[in-house]
DNA sequence: ACAAAAGTGTTGTCTGTACACCCATGC
DNA sequence: GCATGGGTGTACAGACAACACTTTTGT
Protein backbone atom coordinates (compact mmCIF):
# COMPACT_ATOMS: atom_id res chain seq x y z
CA UNK A 1 0.00 0.00 0.00
CA UNK A 2 2.77 2.09 0.99
CA UNK A 3 4.26 1.33 -2.40
CA UNK A 4 4.10 4.57 -4.45
CA UNK A 5 6.23 6.66 -1.23
CA UNK A 6 9.49 8.61 -1.53
CA UNK A 7 8.42 8.97 -5.30
CA UNK A 8 9.39 12.66 -6.66
CA UNK A 9 6.59 14.69 -7.51
CA UNK A 10 5.93 17.27 -10.28
CA UNK A 11 4.58 20.13 -11.69
CA UNK A 12 2.38 19.07 -14.64
CA UNK A 13 1.66 21.81 -16.70
CA UNK A 14 -0.78 22.51 -19.71
CA UNK A 15 -0.52 23.99 -22.69
CA UNK A 16 -2.87 24.87 -25.15
CA UNK A 17 -2.50 25.77 -29.26
CA UNK A 18 -5.63 27.05 -29.73
CA UNK A 19 -6.06 26.99 -33.96
CA UNK A 20 -8.44 29.62 -35.91
CA UNK A 21 -8.72 30.54 -39.49
CA UNK A 22 -10.33 33.82 -40.94
CA UNK A 23 -10.67 33.14 -44.06
CA UNK A 24 -7.56 33.98 -45.35
CA UNK A 25 -5.13 33.02 -42.71
CA UNK A 26 -4.43 30.13 -40.19
CA UNK A 27 -3.91 31.60 -36.74
CA UNK A 28 -3.30 30.88 -32.95
CA UNK A 29 -4.36 32.29 -30.08
CA UNK A 30 -1.26 34.14 -27.57
CA UNK A 31 -1.06 35.84 -24.88
CA UNK A 32 1.15 37.79 -22.76
CA UNK A 33 2.40 35.77 -20.17
CA UNK A 34 1.37 36.87 -16.22
CA UNK A 35 3.50 34.76 -14.14
CA UNK A 36 7.49 35.42 -13.69
CA UNK A 37 9.22 34.16 -15.37
CA UNK A 38 9.19 35.56 -18.70
CA UNK A 39 6.19 38.10 -17.73
CA UNK A 40 4.85 40.11 -20.68
CA UNK A 41 6.01 37.87 -23.07
CA UNK A 42 4.05 36.29 -25.68
CA UNK A 43 3.36 32.75 -24.76
CA UNK A 44 0.54 29.71 -25.56
CA UNK A 45 -2.38 29.68 -23.11
CA UNK A 46 -1.21 27.53 -20.04
CA UNK A 47 -2.28 26.45 -16.65
CA UNK A 48 -1.35 23.81 -13.85
CA UNK A 49 -3.01 20.22 -13.89
CA UNK A 50 -5.01 20.45 -10.29
CA UNK A 51 -5.03 17.25 -7.99
CA UNK A 52 -8.93 16.44 -8.68
CA UNK A 53 -9.30 16.49 -12.41
CA UNK A 54 -8.03 14.40 -14.84
CA UNK A 55 -5.64 15.61 -17.45
CA UNK A 56 -8.01 16.05 -20.34
CA UNK A 57 -10.39 18.20 -17.86
CA UNK A 58 -7.10 20.27 -17.15
CA UNK A 59 -6.64 21.15 -20.83
CA UNK A 60 -10.80 21.78 -21.61
CA UNK A 61 -10.66 24.38 -18.31
CA UNK A 62 -7.59 25.83 -19.60
CA UNK A 63 -9.03 26.62 -23.20
CA UNK A 64 -12.16 27.34 -21.32
CA UNK A 65 -10.68 29.92 -19.28
CA UNK A 66 -9.53 31.70 -22.11
CA UNK A 67 -12.20 31.82 -24.61
CA UNK A 68 -15.22 30.67 -23.01
CA UNK A 69 -15.59 27.67 -25.26
CA UNK A 70 -16.43 24.12 -24.81
CA UNK A 71 -17.48 20.92 -26.60
CA UNK A 72 -14.78 22.06 -29.26
CA UNK A 73 -12.50 19.67 -31.33
CA UNK A 74 -8.91 19.28 -28.64
CA UNK A 75 -6.67 16.60 -28.62
CA UNK A 76 -3.32 16.14 -26.71
CA UNK A 77 0.06 16.92 -28.39
CA UNK A 78 2.82 15.64 -26.68
CA UNK A 79 4.40 15.85 -23.43
CA UNK A 80 7.68 18.11 -22.95
CA UNK A 81 9.30 16.93 -20.37
CA UNK A 82 12.88 18.83 -20.88
CA UNK A 83 14.87 19.28 -17.57
CA UNK A 84 15.45 23.10 -18.50
CA UNK A 85 12.30 23.29 -20.56
CA UNK A 86 10.73 25.94 -18.31
CA UNK A 87 13.75 28.62 -16.97
CA UNK A 88 12.12 29.05 -13.47
CA UNK A 89 11.67 25.20 -12.02
CA UNK A 90 11.55 21.99 -13.21
CA UNK A 91 7.34 21.91 -15.21
CA UNK A 92 6.40 18.81 -17.13
CA UNK A 93 3.95 20.09 -19.87
CA UNK A 94 1.39 18.18 -22.03
CA UNK A 95 0.58 20.11 -24.84
CA UNK A 96 -3.17 20.03 -26.13
CA UNK A 97 -4.28 21.55 -30.02
CA UNK A 98 -7.98 22.89 -30.29
CA UNK A 99 -9.63 23.54 -33.53
CA UNK A 100 -12.31 26.76 -32.86
CA UNK A 101 -14.42 28.68 -35.51
CA UNK A 102 -13.33 32.05 -34.87
CA UNK A 103 -16.22 33.89 -35.02
CA UNK A 104 -17.37 32.35 -32.00
CA UNK A 105 -14.69 33.57 -30.06
CA UNK A 106 -15.66 36.63 -27.97
CA UNK A 107 -13.51 39.88 -28.23
CA UNK A 108 -14.63 40.75 -25.08
CA UNK A 109 -11.95 37.86 -23.88
CA UNK A 110 -9.18 38.80 -25.92
CA UNK A 111 -8.75 42.44 -24.06
CA UNK A 112 -9.20 40.75 -20.48
CA UNK A 113 -6.74 38.31 -21.04
CA UNK A 114 -4.04 40.19 -23.29
CA UNK A 115 -4.42 37.75 -26.19
CA UNK A 116 -4.34 38.05 -29.57
CA UNK A 117 -4.74 35.96 -32.80
CA UNK A 118 -1.43 35.98 -34.85
CA UNK A 119 -0.93 34.21 -38.09
CA UNK A 120 1.37 30.82 -38.16
CA UNK A 121 2.90 32.52 -41.09
CA UNK A 122 4.16 35.65 -38.90
CA UNK A 123 4.52 33.97 -35.49
CA UNK A 124 6.96 36.34 -32.76
CA UNK A 125 9.56 34.67 -30.25
CA UNK A 126 7.47 32.72 -27.84
CA UNK A 127 8.80 31.95 -24.21
CA UNK A 128 10.27 28.57 -23.07
CA UNK A 129 10.00 25.41 -26.27
CA UNK A 130 6.26 27.09 -27.37
CA UNK A 131 7.93 27.86 -30.28
CA UNK A 132 8.61 24.33 -30.89
CA UNK A 133 5.04 22.95 -29.66
CA UNK A 134 3.57 24.75 -32.16
CA UNK A 135 5.58 23.66 -34.72
CA UNK A 136 4.52 20.19 -33.31
CA UNK A 137 1.03 21.52 -33.82
CA UNK A 138 1.04 22.33 -37.20
CA UNK A 139 2.44 19.47 -38.42
CA UNK A 140 0.04 17.36 -36.32
CA UNK A 141 -2.97 19.02 -37.82
CA UNK A 142 -1.56 18.65 -41.38
CA UNK A 143 -1.63 15.06 -40.61
CA UNK A 144 -4.88 14.90 -38.97
CA UNK A 145 -6.18 16.66 -41.41
CA UNK A 146 -5.29 14.54 -44.32
CA UNK A 147 -7.54 11.78 -43.08
CA UNK A 148 -10.06 13.16 -40.73
CA UNK A 149 -12.34 15.67 -42.01
CA UNK A 150 -11.62 17.95 -38.73
CA UNK A 151 -11.06 21.20 -40.93
CA UNK A 152 -14.85 22.07 -40.61
CA UNK A 153 -14.36 22.88 -37.14
CA UNK A 154 -12.26 25.70 -38.15
CA UNK A 155 -15.19 26.57 -40.21
CA UNK A 156 -18.56 28.38 -39.48
CA UNK A 157 -21.40 26.42 -40.17
CA UNK A 158 -22.20 27.50 -43.45
CA UNK A 159 -18.73 28.21 -45.57
CA UNK A 160 -18.75 28.20 -49.16
CA UNK A 161 -16.05 25.66 -51.51
CA UNK A 162 -13.60 28.38 -52.01
CA UNK A 163 -13.65 28.74 -48.13
CA UNK A 164 -12.89 25.67 -47.82
CA UNK A 165 -10.43 24.89 -49.60
CA UNK A 166 -8.65 28.54 -48.91
CA UNK A 167 -8.46 26.79 -45.33
CA UNK A 168 -6.56 23.85 -46.97
CA UNK A 169 -4.15 25.63 -48.71
CA UNK A 170 -3.85 27.57 -45.23
CA UNK A 171 -2.93 24.53 -43.24
CA UNK A 172 -0.20 22.83 -46.28
CA UNK A 173 0.82 26.55 -47.34
CA UNK A 174 -0.05 25.33 -50.61
CA UNK A 175 -1.90 26.03 -53.50
CA UNK A 176 -4.86 23.70 -54.74
CA UNK A 177 -6.70 23.60 -58.35
CA UNK A 178 -10.14 24.39 -57.26
CA UNK A 179 -11.39 21.58 -60.26
CA UNK A 180 -9.61 19.01 -58.61
CA UNK A 181 -10.00 19.99 -55.01
CA UNK A 182 -14.12 20.22 -54.91
CA UNK A 183 -14.43 16.88 -57.23
CA UNK A 184 -12.40 15.05 -54.83
CA UNK A 185 -14.57 16.66 -51.85
CA UNK A 186 -17.81 15.86 -53.51
CA UNK A 187 -16.58 12.39 -54.49
CA UNK A 188 -16.52 11.84 -50.55
CA UNK A 189 -20.02 13.09 -50.03
CA UNK A 190 -20.02 14.44 -46.89
CA UNK A 191 -20.67 18.15 -47.54
CA UNK A 192 -24.63 19.28 -48.26
CA UNK A 193 -25.23 22.29 -50.43
CA UNK A 194 -27.69 24.45 -48.59
CA UNK A 195 -29.36 26.18 -51.59
CA UNK A 196 -28.41 29.55 -50.11
CA UNK A 197 -25.85 31.64 -51.85
CA UNK A 198 -23.28 33.96 -50.46
CA UNK A 199 -23.21 36.60 -52.15
CA UNK A 200 -20.41 39.31 -50.65
CA UNK A 201 -17.46 37.93 -52.59
CA UNK A 202 -19.01 37.38 -55.85
CA UNK A 203 -21.55 38.92 -58.44
CA UNK A 204 -23.05 35.70 -59.66
CA UNK A 205 -22.65 34.56 -55.90
CA UNK A 206 -21.40 30.84 -53.76
CA UNK A 207 -23.58 28.38 -52.61
CA UNK A 208 -22.90 28.14 -48.60
CA UNK A 209 -22.40 24.27 -47.63
CA UNK A 210 -23.13 22.64 -44.50
CA UNK A 211 -20.86 19.28 -43.30
CA UNK A 212 -22.75 16.23 -42.88
CA UNK A 213 -21.43 14.65 -40.22
CA UNK A 214 -23.34 11.70 -40.06
CA UNK A 215 -22.14 10.41 -43.62
CA UNK A 216 -18.54 11.23 -42.20
CA UNK A 217 -18.84 8.67 -39.59
CA UNK A 218 -19.64 5.91 -41.64
CA UNK A 219 -16.23 6.57 -43.85
CA UNK A 220 -14.48 7.26 -40.65
CA UNK A 221 -15.07 3.61 -39.61
CA UNK A 222 -14.01 2.37 -43.25
CA UNK A 223 -10.81 4.90 -43.28
CA UNK A 224 -10.83 7.61 -45.34
CA UNK A 225 -7.94 9.40 -47.56
CA UNK A 226 -9.54 13.35 -47.31
CA UNK A 227 -6.94 14.94 -49.36
CA UNK B 1 9.89 34.71 -8.69
CA UNK B 2 7.11 32.68 -6.46
CA UNK B 3 4.61 32.23 -8.71
CA UNK B 4 4.97 28.00 -8.80
CA UNK B 5 4.12 28.21 -5.16
CA UNK B 6 0.84 26.64 -4.39
CA UNK B 7 0.70 24.67 -7.49
CA UNK B 8 -0.17 20.86 -7.22
CA UNK B 9 2.79 18.46 -7.36
CA UNK B 10 1.75 14.85 -9.05
CA UNK B 11 3.33 11.32 -9.56
CA UNK B 12 4.58 11.21 -13.26
CA UNK B 13 4.97 7.55 -14.48
CA UNK B 14 6.65 6.05 -17.27
CA UNK B 15 5.31 3.00 -19.07
CA UNK B 16 7.07 1.44 -22.27
CA UNK B 17 5.16 -0.80 -24.91
CA UNK B 18 8.54 -2.83 -26.02
CA UNK B 19 7.62 -4.20 -29.43
CA UNK B 20 9.71 -7.72 -30.98
CA UNK B 21 9.36 -9.81 -34.21
CA UNK B 22 10.30 -13.17 -33.71
CA UNK B 23 9.83 -14.06 -36.83
CA UNK B 24 5.98 -14.92 -37.26
CA UNK B 25 4.43 -12.66 -34.22
CA UNK B 26 4.78 -9.55 -33.44
CA UNK B 27 5.31 -9.62 -29.69
CA UNK B 28 5.31 -6.84 -26.78
CA UNK B 29 7.32 -7.39 -23.18
CA UNK B 30 4.92 -7.55 -20.21
CA UNK B 31 6.13 -8.15 -16.48
CA UNK B 32 4.49 -9.80 -13.71
CA UNK B 33 3.85 -6.52 -11.64
CA UNK B 34 6.19 -6.38 -8.33
CA UNK B 35 4.17 -3.42 -6.63
CA UNK B 36 0.98 -3.30 -4.89
CA UNK B 37 -1.52 -2.43 -6.21
CA UNK B 38 -2.02 -5.35 -8.39
CA UNK B 39 1.20 -6.92 -7.50
CA UNK B 40 1.70 -10.04 -10.02
CA UNK B 41 -0.66 -8.93 -12.49
CA UNK B 42 0.62 -8.44 -15.98
CA UNK B 43 1.97 -5.02 -16.48
CA UNK B 44 3.73 -2.88 -19.14
CA UNK B 45 7.27 -2.29 -17.41
CA UNK B 46 7.37 1.41 -15.74
CA UNK B 47 8.65 3.54 -13.69
CA UNK B 48 8.32 6.42 -12.14
CA UNK B 49 9.98 9.94 -13.48
CA UNK B 50 13.06 11.32 -11.40
CA UNK B 51 13.52 14.86 -10.34
CA UNK B 52 16.33 15.25 -11.98
CA UNK B 53 15.62 13.35 -15.69
CA UNK B 54 14.05 14.45 -18.08
CA UNK B 55 11.00 12.28 -19.44
CA UNK B 56 12.74 10.79 -22.09
CA UNK B 57 15.18 9.89 -20.29
CA UNK B 58 13.08 8.51 -17.43
CA UNK B 59 11.84 6.57 -20.53
CA UNK B 60 15.39 5.54 -21.59
CA UNK B 61 16.14 4.26 -18.35
CA UNK B 62 12.88 2.24 -17.90
CA UNK B 63 13.77 0.63 -20.96
CA UNK B 64 17.55 0.06 -20.07
CA UNK B 65 16.26 -1.32 -16.75
CA UNK B 66 14.37 -4.53 -18.75
CA UNK B 67 16.28 -4.70 -21.44
CA UNK B 68 19.78 -3.95 -21.40
CA UNK B 69 19.57 -1.87 -24.19
CA UNK B 70 19.99 1.64 -25.13
CA UNK B 71 20.04 3.48 -28.34
CA UNK B 72 17.06 1.33 -29.64
CA UNK B 73 14.20 3.01 -31.69
CA UNK B 74 11.49 5.11 -29.02
CA UNK B 75 9.06 7.36 -29.60
CA UNK B 76 6.49 8.99 -27.00
CA UNK B 77 3.01 7.75 -27.49
CA UNK B 78 0.75 9.72 -25.01
CA UNK B 79 -0.09 10.98 -21.76
CA UNK B 80 -2.66 9.12 -19.82
CA UNK B 81 -3.98 10.82 -17.27
CA UNK B 82 -7.67 10.14 -16.39
CA UNK B 83 -8.21 10.71 -12.46
CA UNK B 84 -8.79 6.98 -11.50
CA UNK B 85 -6.34 5.47 -14.10
CA UNK B 86 -4.23 3.73 -10.96
CA UNK B 87 -6.45 2.44 -8.51
CA UNK B 88 -3.88 3.15 -5.76
CA UNK B 89 -3.52 6.41 -6.24
CA UNK B 90 -3.62 9.56 -8.95
CA UNK B 91 -0.34 8.97 -11.34
CA UNK B 92 -0.07 10.40 -14.69
CA UNK B 93 0.98 7.94 -17.15
CA UNK B 94 3.39 8.97 -20.02
CA UNK B 95 3.58 5.77 -22.31
CA UNK B 96 6.55 5.53 -24.86
CA UNK B 97 7.03 2.59 -27.34
CA UNK B 98 10.28 1.00 -28.63
CA UNK B 99 11.00 -1.42 -31.37
CA UNK B 100 13.67 -3.65 -30.38
CA UNK B 101 15.50 -6.50 -32.31
CA UNK B 102 14.40 -9.62 -30.16
CA UNK B 103 17.55 -11.37 -30.65
CA UNK B 104 19.63 -8.49 -28.91
CA UNK B 105 17.42 -9.15 -25.85
CA UNK B 106 18.93 -11.33 -23.19
CA UNK B 107 16.78 -14.16 -21.53
CA UNK B 108 18.86 -13.90 -18.41
CA UNK B 109 17.17 -10.15 -18.01
CA UNK B 110 13.61 -12.35 -18.38
CA UNK B 111 13.50 -14.42 -15.42
CA UNK B 112 14.68 -11.54 -13.31
CA UNK B 113 12.31 -9.14 -13.96
CA UNK B 114 9.54 -11.84 -14.32
CA UNK B 115 8.72 -10.36 -17.85
CA UNK B 116 7.94 -12.52 -21.00
CA UNK B 117 7.26 -12.02 -24.55
CA UNK B 118 3.75 -12.01 -25.55
CA UNK B 119 2.07 -12.41 -29.10
CA UNK B 120 -0.32 -9.11 -29.39
CA UNK B 121 -2.89 -11.61 -31.18
CA UNK B 122 -3.12 -12.89 -27.53
CA UNK B 123 -3.15 -10.54 -24.92
CA UNK B 124 -3.25 -11.39 -20.98
CA UNK B 125 -5.76 -8.79 -18.86
CA UNK B 126 -3.37 -5.92 -18.13
CA UNK B 127 -3.91 -3.86 -14.95
CA UNK B 128 -4.86 -0.07 -15.27
CA UNK B 129 -5.09 0.98 -18.81
CA UNK B 130 -2.37 -0.97 -19.91
CA UNK B 131 -4.26 -2.64 -22.47
CA UNK B 132 -5.35 0.85 -24.31
CA UNK B 133 -1.89 2.01 -24.12
CA UNK B 134 -0.81 -1.52 -26.08
CA UNK B 135 -3.93 -1.28 -28.50
CA UNK B 136 -2.65 2.72 -28.93
CA UNK B 137 1.10 1.87 -29.82
CA UNK B 138 0.16 -0.87 -32.26
CA UNK B 139 -2.23 1.78 -34.04
CA UNK B 140 0.87 4.25 -34.14
CA UNK B 141 3.20 1.60 -35.06
CA UNK B 142 0.99 0.87 -37.87
CA UNK B 143 0.97 4.45 -38.97
CA UNK B 144 4.44 4.84 -38.37
CA UNK B 145 5.63 1.92 -39.94
CA UNK B 146 3.15 3.30 -43.26
CA UNK B 147 5.64 6.04 -43.60
CA UNK B 148 8.78 5.71 -42.19
CA UNK B 149 10.85 2.24 -42.59
CA UNK B 150 10.95 1.81 -39.03
CA UNK B 151 10.20 -1.87 -39.36
CA UNK B 152 14.08 -2.60 -39.84
CA UNK B 153 14.37 -2.25 -36.05
CA UNK B 154 12.66 -5.09 -35.37
CA UNK B 155 14.31 -6.74 -37.98
CA UNK B 156 18.03 -8.72 -37.38
CA UNK B 157 20.74 -6.89 -39.25
CA UNK B 158 20.58 -9.27 -42.56
CA UNK B 159 16.93 -10.35 -43.02
CA UNK B 160 15.31 -11.73 -46.01
CA UNK B 161 12.54 -10.24 -48.48
CA UNK B 162 9.93 -13.25 -46.83
CA UNK B 163 10.96 -11.93 -43.30
CA UNK B 164 10.23 -8.67 -44.13
CA UNK B 165 7.15 -9.55 -45.68
CA UNK B 166 5.62 -11.62 -42.78
CA UNK B 167 6.77 -8.30 -40.30
CA UNK B 168 4.67 -6.20 -42.23
CA UNK B 169 1.76 -9.03 -42.11
CA UNK B 170 1.84 -8.96 -38.12
CA UNK B 171 1.97 -5.63 -38.10
CA UNK B 172 -1.25 -4.59 -40.32
CA UNK B 173 -2.87 -8.19 -39.61
CA UNK B 174 -3.33 -8.90 -42.85
CA UNK B 175 -1.87 -11.21 -46.04
CA UNK B 176 0.47 -9.16 -48.88
CA UNK B 177 1.51 -9.74 -52.68
CA UNK B 178 4.64 -10.57 -52.21
CA UNK B 179 4.98 -9.97 -55.80
CA UNK B 180 3.90 -6.58 -55.49
CA UNK B 181 5.55 -6.22 -51.95
CA UNK B 182 9.13 -7.16 -53.11
CA UNK B 183 8.26 -4.77 -56.55
CA UNK B 184 7.53 -1.84 -53.80
CA UNK B 185 10.64 -2.41 -51.70
CA UNK B 186 12.82 -2.74 -54.14
CA UNK B 187 11.34 0.50 -55.79
CA UNK B 188 12.05 2.54 -52.63
CA UNK B 189 15.89 1.24 -52.92
CA UNK B 190 16.66 1.03 -49.50
CA UNK B 191 17.82 -2.31 -48.92
CA UNK B 192 20.69 -3.72 -50.53
CA UNK B 193 21.27 -7.81 -51.30
CA UNK B 194 24.33 -9.09 -49.69
CA UNK B 195 24.68 -12.19 -52.21
CA UNK B 196 24.66 -14.03 -49.31
CA UNK B 197 21.78 -17.34 -48.51
CA UNK B 198 19.76 -18.03 -45.38
CA UNK B 199 19.48 -21.93 -46.27
CA UNK B 200 17.44 -23.03 -43.53
CA UNK B 201 13.89 -22.40 -44.63
CA UNK B 202 13.93 -23.91 -48.11
CA UNK B 203 16.39 -25.81 -50.78
CA UNK B 204 17.04 -23.15 -53.12
CA UNK B 205 17.75 -20.02 -50.25
CA UNK B 206 17.00 -16.59 -50.05
CA UNK B 207 18.81 -13.51 -50.50
CA UNK B 208 19.80 -11.67 -46.89
CA UNK B 209 19.69 -7.78 -47.45
CA UNK B 210 20.60 -5.29 -45.30
CA UNK B 211 18.57 -1.81 -45.05
CA UNK B 212 20.79 1.08 -46.33
CA UNK B 213 20.22 3.90 -44.09
CA UNK B 214 21.83 6.93 -46.17
CA UNK B 215 19.37 6.41 -49.12
CA UNK B 216 16.66 6.26 -46.91
CA UNK B 217 17.60 9.46 -45.07
CA UNK B 218 17.47 11.25 -48.51
CA UNK B 219 13.95 9.87 -49.05
CA UNK B 220 12.65 10.99 -45.35
CA UNK B 221 13.08 14.63 -46.39
CA UNK B 222 11.07 14.07 -49.81
CA UNK B 223 8.92 12.36 -48.02
CA UNK B 224 7.71 8.90 -48.42
CA UNK B 225 4.97 6.51 -48.89
CA UNK B 226 6.23 3.31 -47.71
CA UNK B 227 3.57 0.96 -47.93
C1' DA C 1 11.84 -37.05 -59.56
C1' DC C 2 9.73 -34.39 -56.37
C1' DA C 3 8.70 -31.23 -52.74
C1' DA C 4 9.12 -26.67 -51.00
C1' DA C 5 10.04 -22.09 -50.97
C1' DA C 6 12.20 -18.32 -54.01
C1' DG C 7 11.84 -15.34 -57.53
C1' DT C 8 9.81 -12.83 -61.32
C1' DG C 9 5.97 -9.83 -65.46
C1' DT C 10 1.74 -8.39 -67.43
C1' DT C 11 -2.60 -6.28 -67.51
C1' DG C 12 -6.59 -3.66 -66.09
C1' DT C 13 -8.35 -0.32 -62.94
C1' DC C 14 -8.18 3.51 -60.23
C1' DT C 15 -6.38 7.83 -58.55
C1' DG C 16 -4.17 12.00 -59.03
C1' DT C 17 -2.94 15.90 -61.76
C1' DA C 18 -2.70 19.21 -65.30
C1' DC C 19 -5.15 22.29 -67.78
C1' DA C 20 -9.19 26.38 -70.01
C1' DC C 21 -13.58 27.87 -70.85
C1' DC C 22 -18.48 29.28 -70.03
C1' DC C 23 -21.84 31.11 -66.42
C1' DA C 24 -24.41 34.34 -63.72
C1' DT C 25 -24.81 38.68 -62.01
C1' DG C 26 -24.21 43.64 -60.28
C1' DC C 27 -22.66 47.56 -61.78
C1' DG D 1 -21.54 45.15 -72.01
C1' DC D 2 -18.08 44.10 -69.01
C1' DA D 3 -15.64 42.72 -65.03
C1' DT D 4 -15.59 39.39 -61.29
C1' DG D 5 -15.46 35.26 -59.08
C1' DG D 6 -18.18 30.63 -59.56
C1' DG D 7 -18.57 26.48 -61.54
C1' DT D 8 -17.50 22.54 -64.53
C1' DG D 9 -14.93 18.17 -68.02
C1' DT D 10 -11.25 15.72 -70.30
C1' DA D 11 -6.99 13.40 -71.12
C1' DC D 12 -2.69 11.60 -69.61
C1' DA D 13 0.40 9.35 -66.26
C1' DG D 14 1.58 6.83 -62.36
C1' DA D 15 0.21 3.72 -58.60
C1' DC D 16 -1.97 -0.23 -57.11
C1' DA D 17 -4.07 -4.82 -57.26
C1' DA D 18 -4.89 -9.14 -59.21
C1' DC D 19 -3.05 -13.03 -60.95
C1' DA D 20 0.56 -18.10 -62.13
C1' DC D 21 4.46 -20.07 -63.65
C1' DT D 22 9.55 -21.22 -63.58
C1' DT D 23 13.80 -21.85 -60.77
C1' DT D 24 16.75 -23.97 -57.53
C1' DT D 25 18.34 -27.59 -54.85
C1' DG D 26 18.31 -31.10 -50.87
C1' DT D 27 16.41 -35.30 -50.21
Known amino acids: M ?4 KVPRHLLAIDCIIFGFDGEDLKALFVKRKLEPQKGNWSLMGGFVAETESVDAAAER ?6 GLSNVYMEQLHCYGELERDTHSRVVSIAYFALI ?4 YN ?3 LKEHNASWISL ?3 PELIFDHR ?5 AKERLRQKVANHPVGFELLPEKFTLRQLQTLYEAIYETILDKRNFSRKIFSLDIIR ?6 KSTSRKGSFYFVFEEDKYKQLEKEGLKFI
Open 132 to 136: QMVED
Open 107 to 109: DAV
Open 2 to 5: SSYQ
Open 193 to 198: NTGEKE
Open 62 to 67: VLFELT
Open 121 to 123: KEL
Open 101 to 104: KIAD
